[in-house]
Every structure is written in structure tokens, then in C-alpha cells.
């Protein structure tokens, strides 16, 4: 899994790797500024980290339009950002502050950024399978050419929504890439054990869905095949499927030392890194030590700007807590 | 004749200190030891649950009777009728009261119906274990209290526990019955130390407890609004004012006896909970005791709960849905103003 790029050098669009490569920094400064903010009681819930899993976020939504459409996770933040939302909205919704992606009502688990198509991150695993499936019905009777990408985990293949939603999709041939993240684990629960056959490609493809499975700490990889499902879902094939194999390097949440995972599983995957795979593909590219690190630095520089940012920036008003309930029967009317 | 019930199993057994969650665990493997028709499964059992209710059993029982399942709420509900009707008593683990609305007809088509439907041929012996309740900054999806739903349905049992030792009795209790049990623990409370008896301690379905005596006012809650109902009492007894404080730990059944005793001798009542006030179990108890004691009472009945809001992530506006002492006690005293009285 270790292999170098996939794709041969005197081939490789440098630009745009590099374009990545500071994409999956920023996804990770985040994730890091999060959790050092989680230490110091400035995130207040809990929070899934992706570190790890960058190269599915960059790879996938590298190549979506603004107006195209993701749905995520609980585990959210990489998607959301590779979808192009702000990383200071982001921070202080985090941070439960005023001006957040949400207003502070969401946070880490429920970021959602309408503005650049990022329809919600979702505190129920698989819920977001069928509201995607929804979308993109929606979008087929409207005749338009965006796309909805619909990103999960592998625990959320063992719920009835990922069969729903596929069949759905495929009878109603939906525009509609449908993303297995496999980072080995549901929680505490190695989801292989879980999981009946061959796994979440092999129901998609007894769907009549094509699917492909690849190296998801391969970003190159990720990259080329999510263009591919994504040009052809976008010509009106109806839906695709890929699942990208990665691991979870933290526990669940942040406060989860994740000590059921085999102490040297995870050194092997820590080495399998996909920053580092991508910086060393760069490096054999041509692309100078120097501006690899300057990329990382910028990222990370910036990042802990926007968390003393957000940490500065005020609460949001507790009146705030009555609105955008509903407009019929308003609670602000009567609450109690 | 209740509280003398309680004295007297009190008298008889020593006294422990003990978590309301190790209270819960400690339920579970006396239950398993003494009953090899129980097995409880649910999400990453195996590592001893979400929260660490269920550490250590998978070791003393085996693979077998502390079932891991995949993330499949409808098929881990579902699963769990079937197996309750041919033999075993299953513990269904739902991990957050707000998953199991994923398993919801399973639960309310399936469990709750299946004995009448099917002319009492068999039984549902299933308790679903679905920890409920705000804690910190989990947002809309993940502090819901939801019990007055389940309440709402013919067939099930609806069980919420405030302190160690009930969590230890009622469990034992829930494991015991043969009905559906909702079995909802609130999740601020699993750290609560309190003192639980040793022995084989059951707390019967449908008593209330009587947190605390008072003459003024009889206070009724249940689950994590008992602490604070009994920390207002404190309050309004420095100002004079006696709350009596039932803990109804039961819903369905609830002990209308101790409810009904209590409010016919202090003439005013005000219900408490952590759920949204409006169509809340609230309203059912206000209901039930102005019909029967209308003559009686010396203010209104009052409810306090939440407004109909979602809960949000950010603390300035969580604690508006939250239900504090200082309401409560604003309550009473509103309740106790001669304006008030009819
Ligand atoms: C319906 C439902 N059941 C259980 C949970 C609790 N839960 C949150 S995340 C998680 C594990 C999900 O695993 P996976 O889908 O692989 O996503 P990952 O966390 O690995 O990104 C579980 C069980 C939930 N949020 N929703
Ligand atoms: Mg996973």
C-alpha cells in the first residue's frame, strides 16, 4: 500500500498536486488547531478528527463544482472544507461562537455550508444516504447539470439507508457518486467483523452500481478515479461508487485513546500517511524541498490564526435559541 | 407504605458506594448470572459500550450474551423481538435515546403490539436501554428526552432513574419483566455517586420515591431534574417554604397513589422535567391530578420543562432549553402567592 504514485511523473499535473497537497495541510491544521482547542475546553462537544483520511476529502471533492452538492458525516471537517467552506466559520462554530457555519447552533457534528453546496454533516450514521439520494432526485427534475456527492463511513453500510438510498438512486438512475470512506473501524468496532461478504462495493455492485475500490491514502489515485465517477455521473449515467480503503489515525472522538487498535497497525499506517506519500510523489516530481515545506507552513501558520480568531470572537445571542424553529407556530409565540 | 418498603430493605442490606453507572453495569451481571435466558447486545459491546456500562461483561459471558452488532438499530430492535419471543430476555443497548429512532417500529409496531395482536400467546421480555438527557454541548441530535413518546404507547413499560441505586433496582426490576421496558438513563448522570445496597436489590415498576417531605408543595420529576428539584427545594426551604420532591422513577405505570396522597395534602402541584413542556409526560400528571383533586388544590397546577425548541450547541443557547433550580424555584413561589389561589 506503500507504493509511490499512481501515476507515472512525466504525467503528473504538479499545479495541481500541490493545489492538493496545501488543500490536505489546511484539513489537517484544522483538525489539529480543533483538538488543541478541545484540550483548553474552547471545542465544547465532541469531535471526530479525518487526520489520516485527507487524501478522500481532497481527492473527492478536488474535483466538485461549487454548486455541486456533499453531504458528510459526523466526521465531517475535511469534506467540508474540501467543499470550499470558510475555515473560520468553521473554527468558531467549533468553538460555538457568533458568526459560525451554523450560527452556533450545530457545531463539530452538524457543520453545513448552503454557500458552497455543503448540505450538512449528520450526527446519525447513514441518515444522510437518502436525503443525498433526495437531492439528486431533485436535481434530476430540475434537469440540472450539478451533481450530489454523498460521502459515509463503512459502519454505515450495515444500515438500511445505504440499501434504500442505493437502490434509489440506481432505479431512478440519480446524478449521484456515492463515497464509502473506509477508515477500518465503526467507533471501537473493527467494521470487517461486522459486515457480511465482500463489504460496501460488492452491495453496490448487486445494486447495478459500478463501483471502485482504491487506495484512499492515495490521492493521486482518489483523484483520477473520483474524476472519472464524477464526468460520468455529470454525463447522466446515474450513480457511481467508490470506496476508498484509509485508516483513522485517532480514536473516535478526540477524547478516545483508540487502545483497542494494534499498536503497530497504526505505526504501519502512520508511515502510509497521505501528506507524506504526496509530499515524496511531489519530491520525485521535481517539486523543491523547500516550497513542499513552505506549503505546510503556511497552512499551519494560518490555521492558528483563525483559532485565535475564533477564540476572541463573542457568543452567540441566547435569543438566538428561538429562532429558525419554524415559522408556523413559532415558539418565540409560546415557548413554554 | 412505600417508603417503609424501602426503609426496611434498606435496614436489611449493607450499604456501597457505587457510580450510576457501574449501578447499570452491576444490574446487568447479576441479571446474567442469575438468569442465563439474558443477553444484552448493541454497538461495541465488546469494548463495554459507549460509555463503559457494560465493561468487563463480554469477558465474564462471552461473545455469546454480550452480542457486538453492526451500526443496524432497526435490525438490532427487530432481532431482539424475535429472540424475546422464543426464550431469552435480551437487553437492547441503543447507545443514545435519539438512535433508537431508528428502530422506532420496531420498537412501537413490533414490540409493543405484538403480545395483543397476537391474542397473548407469547410475551415481549426485551428491555431497551436508550440513555437520554443534555450533557455538554451535544447538540440537537444527541440530548433529546424523549420519554413522553413511549409513554404514549399502549404496551410498553417506560422507566427513568435518578440515583445509583434505583438505576441498580429498576434495572434488575426491567431486566424481570415480561413487558416491552423503555429503560431511559440520563447521561449527565453515569459519574453520580450515591450509596447502593449489596444483595439482590429490586426496586419495584411503578413506586415513586420520595426525594425529600414537605408540607407546601409536592414537587414531581424524574431522571436528571430530581437533583434539581431537590437543590431548589433546599433553596425554598431557606426561604420557608417545605417542597416535597417524588421522584416518579416509573412513568408508565406511574405511582398516582404517592402523587395523588401528596397533592391532596399540600393542595399545589408543579411537574418538572428535562423534555420539551409542551405535550411532555408533564401534562398527563397536571391532567390526571386536576381532574381528581381540583377541589383540593390551593394554586393551579403548574408544569416546567423546555421550550419547544431544538437544543443547540452553543452554551448561551443550550441553557435556554435547560430547566434550572432558579425556575424551579421561581415556580413555587409563584405558585405560592396568595394571588394565585383560587
Ligand atoms: C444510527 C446511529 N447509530 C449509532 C451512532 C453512534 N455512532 C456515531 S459514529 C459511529 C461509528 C460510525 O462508523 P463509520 O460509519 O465507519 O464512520 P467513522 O466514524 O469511521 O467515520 C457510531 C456507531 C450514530 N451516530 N447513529
Ligand atoms: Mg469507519
Redesign the pocket.
Known amino acids: 500500500m506503500t507504493e509511490g504514485p499512481s501515476q507515472r511523473h512525466d504525467n503528473f499535473d504538479r499545479e495541481r498536486f500541490l493545489d492538493l497537497l496545501g488543500l490536505m495541510h489546511r484539513i489537517r491544521a484544522f483538525e489539529e488547531e480543533a483538538i488543541a482547542g478541545q484540550k483548553e475546553g474552547l471545542v465544547l462537544g465532541a469531535i471526530?478528527p479525518?487526520i489520516g483520511q485527507e487524501a478522500v476529502a481532497a481527492g473527492v471533492c478536488g474535483n466538485l463544482e461549487t454548486a455541486d452538492l456533499m453531504l458528510s458525516?459526523?466526521?465531517g471537517h475535511g469534506h467540508t472544507l474540501a467543499k470550499g467552506a470558510e475555515p473560520l466559520a468553521m473554527m468558531r462554530e467549533l468553538f460555538g461562537r457568533k458568526d459560525g457555519t451554523c450560527g452556533g447552533k450545530g457545531g463539530s457534528m452538524h457543520i453545513a455550508d448552503f454557500g458552497v453546496g455543503m448540505l450538512g454533516a449528520n450526527?446519525?450514521?447513514?441518515?444522510n444516504i437518502p436525503i443525498a439520494t433526495g437531492a439528486a432526485h431533485a436535481l434530476k427534475l430540475q434537469g440540472s447539470r450539478q451533481i450530489v456527492t454523498c460521502i459515509?463511513?463503512?459502519?454505515?453500510v450495515n444500515?438500511g439507508p445505504f440499501m434504500e438510498g442505493l437502490n434509489w438512486a440506481r432505479i431512478f438512475d440519480l446524478p449521484v457518486l456515492f463515497v464509502c470512506?473506509?477508515?477500518t473501524?465503526?467507533?471501537t468496532t473493527r467494521?470487517r467483523e461486522m459486515t457480511g461478504g465482500a463489504g460496501a462495493a460488492a452491495r453496490a455492485e448487486s445494486l447495478g452500481i459500478e463501483t471502485a475500490e482504491l487506495d484512499g491514502n492515495d490521492v493521486v489515485a482518489v483523484d483520477s478515479a473520483a474524476r472519472a465517477a464524477i464526468d460520468a455521473v455529470r454525463a447522466g449515467q446515474g450513480p457511481r461508487f467508490l470506496t476508498c480503503h484509509t485508516y483513522?489515525m485517532t480514536g473516535?472522538t478526540s477524547v478516545d485513546p483508540g487502545a483497542y487498535r494494534p499498536a503497530q497497525e497504526v505505526e504501519d499506517w502512520r508511515r502510509n500517511d497521505p501528506i507524506v506519500r504526496l509530499e515524496a510523489a511531489l519530491q520525485v516530481a521535481g517539486i523543491e524541498d523547500s516550497r513542499l515545506s513552505a506549503l505546510h507552513r503556511s497552512e499551519a501558520v494560518g490555521m492558528a490564526e483563525i483559532a485565535r480568531t475564533a477564540r476572541d470572537t463573542g457568543w452567540p445571542e441566547a435569543a438566538g435559541a428561538f429562532t429558525d424553529v419554524q415559522d408556523v407556530g413559532d415558539p418565540s409565540e409560546r415557548a413554554f | 407504605m412505600y417508603r417503609m418498603w424501602v426503609t426496611q430493605a434498606r435496614g436489611r442490606s449493607e450499604m456501597t458506594m457505587s457510580t450510576y453507572l457501574e449501578a447499570g453495569r452491576r444490574a446487568v451481571m447479576e441479571e446474567m448470572q442469575r438468569d442465563a435466558s439474558v443477553w444484552a447486545l448493541g454497538?461495541?459491546l465488546g469494548r463495554g459500550g459507549?460509555f463503559g456500562q457494560y465493561k468487563g461483561l463480554q469477558e465474564m459471558f462471552g461473545e455469546g450474551r454480550i452480542a457486538d452488532t453492526p451500526?443496524s438499530?432497526a435490525c438490532i430492535m427487530g432481532a431482539a423481538v424475535g429472540a424475546a419471543m422464543t426464550g431469552t430476555r435480551p437487553i437492547v443497548e441503543m447507545?443514545?435515546s435519539d438512535?433508537a429512532l431508528?428502530a422506532v417500529d420496531e420498537l412501537v409496531n413490533q414490540a409493543a403490539k405484538a403480545r395483543f395482536m397476537f391474542g397473548g400467546q407469547m410475551r415481549v421480555p426485551l428491555v431497551v436501554r436508550e440513555p437520554v438527557g443534555m450533557w455538554r454541548s451535544s447538540a440537537a441530535q444527541h440530548s433529546q428526552s424523549l420519554e413522553s413518546w413511549y409513554t404514549h404507547i399502549p404496551g410498553l413499560v417506560v422507566v427513568a432513574p435518578a440515583t445509583p441505586a434505583d438505576n441498580l433496582g429498576l434495572l434488575k426490576a426491567s431486566i424481570r419483566c415480561d413487558d416491552p421496558v423503555v429503560y431511559m438513563e440520563h447521561k449527565n448522570l453515569w459519574a453520580t455517586e450515591g450509596e447502593v445496597p449489596e444483595g439482590d436489590y429490586v426496586v419495584p415498576l411503578g413506586k415513586a420515591d420520595v426525594a425529600r417531605e414537605g408540607r407546601d408543595v409536592t414537587i414531581v420529576t424524574w431522571s436528571g431534574m430530581r437533583h434539581g428539584c431537590l437543590k431548589a427545594a433546599e433553596t425554598l426551604a431557606d426561604a420557608g417554604i417545605e417542597a416535597e420532591v417524588l421522584d416518579l422513577r416509573t412513568l408508565w405505570p406511574w405511582d398516582r397513589d404517592t402523587v395523588f396522597e401528596s397533592v391532596g395534602r399540600t393542595g399545589r402541584l408543579l411537574v418538572v422535567h428535562e423534555a420539551v413542556a409542551v405535550s411532555g409526560f408533564g401534562a398527563e400528571i397536571a391532567a390526571s391530578v386536576a381532574e381528581a383533586l381540583h377541589f383540593r388544590l390551593k394554586a393551579p397546577v403548574a408544569r416546567l420543562g423546555a421550550p419547544r425548541i431544538p437544543i443547540a450547541y452553543a452554551p448561551t443557547m443550550e441553557d435556554m432549553a435547560r430547566v434550572s433550580p432558579e425556575g424551579i424555584e421561581a415556580a413555587v413561589h409563584k405558585m405560592m402567592q396568595p394571588e394565585d389561589i383560587s
Open positions: 471526530h479525518s458525516t459526523h466526521r450526527g446519525v450514521v447513514g441518515a459515509f463511513g463503512d459502519g454505515a444500515r470512506e473506509d477508515n473501524f465503526s467507533a467494521t483513522r473516535h | 454497538e461495541d459507549v451500526i438499530e447507545r443514545f438512535f431508528c
